[in-house]
Nanobody
Framework: QVQLVESGGGSVHSGGSLRLSCAAS????????MGWFRQPPGKELEGVAI???????TYADSVKGRFTISQDNAKNTLYLQMNSLKLEDTATYYC?????????????????????WGPGTQVTVSS
C-alpha cells in the first residue's frame, strides 16, 4: 500500500526558508513520478514542482528560482526546498506520487494525474 507523509511545514517570515520532506512507503520513488502541490486558503489545488520519471524537474512559474525539488532514492523521500518565501506561498502543501506512464505520462503538474496523496503540511508565511 502506497503511503506518503509530509513533514517540515511551519510558520516563517517573508524571505525565510523551509524544507519540506515527504516519506514514501509501499513503493519505490524511482518507479514513480512525484510532485508537490499546494492549496492556498480559499483557492484550488495547484501544482508546484514535480520530478518526472527519468529525473527531470518542472516548476510552476510562481516558484521558479525559489523552490527546488529533489529526491533521495535510498531514503525513498521527496524534498522541497523553499527559499525567499512570500506571503502568497501560504498554503497546505501536499506530496503526491503516481506510477510512471499510468496516465501515459512521465510526469505532470496536474493534480488529476495523481492517485496517491499525503495528508498535507501547513506552511504559513507572515510579514
Amino acid at each position: 500500500q502506497v503511503q506518503l507523509v509530509e513533514s517540515g511545514g511551519g510558520s516563517v517570515h517573508s524571505g525565510g526558508s523551509l524544507r519540506l520532506s515527504c516519506a514514501a512507503s509501499g513503493y519505490s520513488v524511482s518507479t514513480h513520478y512525484m510532485g508537490w502541490f499546494r492549496q492556498p486558503p480559499g483557492k484550488e489545488l495547484e501544482g508546484v514542482a514535480i520530478i518526472e520519471c527519468g529525473g527531470s524537474t518542472t516548476y510552476a512559474d510562481s516558484v521558479k528560482g525559489r523552490f527546488t525539488i529533489s529526491q533521495d532514492n535510498a531514503k525513498n523521500t521527496l524534498y522541497l526546498q523553499m527559499n525567499s518565501l512570500k506571503l502568497e506561498d501560504t498554503a497546505t502543501y501536499y506530496c503526491a506520487a503516481e506510477r510512471c506512464w499510468a496516465y501515459g505520462s512521465s510526469g505532470s503538474l496536474a493534480p488529476r494525474d495523481y492517485r496517491n496523496w499525503g495528508p498535507g503540511t501547513q506552511v504559513t508565511v507572515s510579514s
